[in-house]
């Protein structure tokens, strides 16, 4: 039963979190009691797809960050870090079976430049974990956390790609 009331998921899910924001563990006071490294900036985002896909922005470079997904077991079910990505822009689209389906069936270009990540249960929650060298860093790594971005992605608002038919005269 206590681990039942002290899992991660469940810590979160009672912390009245906004979800598809990114809020960060120390905002939390006692109301998130879980173990964690002194080190490092810790934001947590929750979402469902059921809502629709989830976009993760993050764009900067400090001195090490990670991204990690959790579905509602709170089990680990994607990560990468700032070292995973090209020119230090994090551009992560979360989404279920269908919206990837869907994605495909679109056939986007502008997708070729994300990184898609399907996730079997519609519930989960993404953590960003940033490191913080020295206090003397601290006003840098606030501007740094506070930009990242947790948000709705609305699929209409993808172009498909066309074809243009060439006439007869090339």
Known sequence: PRYS???AWTQISQAGLEPRQFTRLRDLGNRVDLDVDPQFEISIC?????????SVFAEGAFSFWSVAIYNDRAQYTYSLNDGSVSGGILDLLVVNAFQRTQLQELGAEELEKRIVVQQDK?????????????????AAMDV??????CADFDL?????ITTVEKDEDG
């Open 5 to 7: 009331q002290a899992d």
């Open 144 to 149: 740094f956390m506070a930009a990242i971005e």
């Open 156 to 160: 209409s608002d993808i172009e498909p």
């Open 122 to 138: 519609p519930k989960g929650f993404v953590v960003f974990r940033a490191l913080l060298p020295s206090e003397a860093e601290r």
């Open 46 to 54: 929750p979402f469902d797809l059921e809502n629709g896909s989830l």
